[in-house]
């Protein structure tokens, strides 16, 4: 009896295997046809297959990917993002963390995608698949610092016409005018007898009115275009700065030459590079602050009036502004005026006044990096300071062309940036071109929908996935069979 109850028991192990090897199976065959009706286009069926396996195993992370993927290149952003939020943590490969970027941005939420790319950045920044994150973290990037700008001047706005509807609502009442007196011309005067050549003369001439004092008006009541005192309460909850927080604008110039009009952002851009390697300090990303200024009407001209820093950097919820002027010496000769301006109370920290030779430039690039981490009181590490004192570049002509690339890109102009930051790479293979190079997307890749870019993360996941296994390094992490 125990010997059949035993075999029994053994069948049973047997069938219920089998069971299971036919239900894996099953899933293995129907992830092949979802993953074939995916690459084909028919995203009806993919979504019908997945979604078949998600009924037997509702924890297939696959599936999961499969659905997200697909519901991506269909354009429906937060379907999307609610399957690959769930695959993604689940298995957070490179695949999916790129796919879950794109489905952020497709559903609008750019900020959020570029946190989940900076995320894969972190651990992968020389692949292919870093390479298509890169470009598509400038994308998204240009788009939210233009969403904020513009968000921030309406915050700003309505801000502002509140405090004035307060001011006139305290203002003292103003007495109404007094009426206007009514003037009545004085009656003509009666005829003399005169002689005859007298009264013709008469009739010739005009009447003369009788003069009366005139009536003085009030002066009309002048309307206020700004509030007296802005409420601070209110202006700190809607724009609250952080004090560790630093925006740095780009130079505005004066009597720079057509051959240094790029100049301004360059150096900025590279200052910005710099200072973000010190620990304890945020810095505000250039383009965020380019669009700002746009939306200001300072884009090319940068912060003139350092009376206009608060203001910038209260919008940027940056405690501290660096602002300047870039002054044109002669050909060969660079002269900066740099200010560092607290948000808060709008005082000035610090300015600087750096002079140099064009052919020296690096070096009055870190001398300005140095003075603004002194008027910040930032105390580095060797290690901080020996990172920071190494020079991007020594190429002034290479610097140009970087500038020139930046401005392009600014302009929507992405396949002139290209050419800009692709001539500055010849020039100077080392500078900081090689990196722009790699992050500035082409023209048709800035209006390529997710479908496309979705197709172009799956190559670029065959093709990493081939390098690592040439390589001995296994599958590379580009994740997700489907």
């Known amino acids: 009896m125990n010997s059949f109850q035993f075999s029994m028991r053994g069948w049973l192990l047997v069938l219920l295997a089998a069971v299971f090897i036919l239900a894996g199976c099953g899933s293995v065959a129907l992830q092949v046809k979802a993953n074939s009706a995916l690459q084909d286009k028919r995203y009806g069926d993919a979504l019908a297959a997945y979604q078949e396996i998600l009924k037997t195993d509702p924890a297939n992370v696959e599936a999961l990917k499969g659905i997200g993927e697909t519901y991506l290149r269909m354009r429906k952003g937060p379907e999307a993002v609610a399957a690959l939020e769930k695959a993604y943590k689940a298995d957070p490969d490179q695949r999916t963390t790129l796919n879950l970027g794109l489905a952020y941005a497709e559903a609008g939420d750019h900020g959020k995608a570029i946190s ?13 698949f870093a ?27 309505a801000l502002i016409s509140s405090a004035m509807v307060a001011d006139r609502q305290n203002a003292p009442a103003v007495s109404a005018p007094a009426p206007q007196e009514t003037v009545q011309e004085a009656p003509p005067p009666k005829p003399s007898k005169k002689t005859r050549r007298s009264r013709v003369s008469r009739k010739t001439k005009k009447p003369v009115k009788a003069k009366t ?29 952080n004090d560790n927080t630093l925006a740095v604008s780009p130079f505005g110039e004066k009597g720079n030459t057509e051959k240094t009009q790029h100049l301004r952002k360059a150096l900025a851009a590279m200052i910005i590079t710099d200072l973000s390697k010190a620990k304890g300090i945020q810095v505000v990303e250039r383009v965020r602050m380019q669009k700002l200024l746009d939306e200001l009407k300072l884009g090319q001209s940068g912060i003139v009036d350092p009376a206009t820093s608060p203001r910038v950097g209260r919008l940027l919820g940056a405690g501290k502004i660096v602002s300047g002027s870039m002054l044109g010496s002669g050909s060969d000769d660079l002269h900066v005026l740099r200010i560092l301006t607290s948000v808060a109370s709008g005082k000035d920290l610090g300015d600087q006044d750096a002079r140099g030779k064009t052919d020296e430039f690096f070096k009055m690039q870190k001398a300005i990096v140095f003075g603004i981490l002194k008027d910040l009181g930032i105390k580095l590490t060797p290690a901080e ?24 890109q600014d302009q929507g102009e992405w396949d002139k940036a290209l050419d800009a930051f692709m001539r500055c790479v010849n020039v100077d293979p080392t500078g900081p071109c090689g990196a722009a190079l790699a992050s500035s997307p082409s023209s048709g890749e800035a209006v390529a929908g997710p479908e496309s870019v979705a197709a172009a993360v799956a190559e670029a996941a065959v093709s990493d996935t081939a390098a690592a296994a040439a390589a001995g390094g296994g599958g590379g992490g580009g994740g997700g069979g489907h």
């Not at 009309?220 to 809607?238: C, F, G, N, S, T």
């Open 116 to 128: 989940t790319w900076d995320v894969l950045l972190s651990r992968d920044s020389d692949s292919n």
């Open 131 to 157: 390479n298509l994150v890169r470009k598509q973290r400038t994308l998204s990037l240009y788009k939210d610092a233009a969403r904020q700008a513009k968000n921030a001047l309406a915050q700003e706005q």
């Open 213 to 241: 004092p005139a009536v003085k008006q009030p002066a009309p009541v002048q309307a206020k275009a700004m509030p007296k005192v802005m409420p601070k309460e209110k202006l700190d909850r809607i724009f609250p700065v």
């Open 385 to 408: 300071e020996g990172l920071i004192n190494r020079y991007a570049t020594r190429s002034f002509n290479g610097l140009l062309l970087y500038g020139e690339g930046l401005d392009w």
